[in-house]
């Protein structure tokens, strides 16, 4: 087995691991997005779909402004810490969301008193 072979056999299980793992995806998709909209898992899907629509946007802006001199400087500089600071607020808040919803909340039961 020569190098290019191996190479392109390689290539391609990677093609069909990355398949298998976008049709997951696709499916969690569906899933979640049938859950009820008070569920936890559906809130946080929105959330990220909502910072990776920011994200793409701000990708998206930088093309035309690249050309204008100081502006591209500013905007390379600036918008990386604003998404920083965006998605670190938002994985703050995933944390927060899903830790106080893992678990139901405790019942309380007044246990019952001898004859007094």
Not at 78 to 95: D, G, Q, S, T
Request: overall charge positive; charged content about 15%; proline content about 9%.
């Amino acid at each position: 087995m020569d190098i290019l072979s191996l190479i392109g056999q390689i290539v391609r299980d990677l093609l069909i691991f990355v398949g298998a793992c976008f049709t997951l995806l696709v499916i969690l998709l569906i899933v979640v997005s049938r859950l009820s909209p008070q569920n936890p898992l559906r809130q946080l899907l929105g959330e990220l779909c909502r910072h990776v629509a920011v994200t793409l946007a701000a990708g998206l802006v930088a093309i035309p402004i690249e050309p204008i001199p100081g502006v591209d400087v500013a905007y390379d500089t600036l918008v990386p810490l604003a998404l920083l600071y965006f998605w670190i607020k938002f994985i703050w808040r995933a944390i927060g969301f899903l830790g106080h919803r893992a678990l139901p909340p405790p019942t309380t039961r007044e246990l019952p008193r001898g004859p007094n």
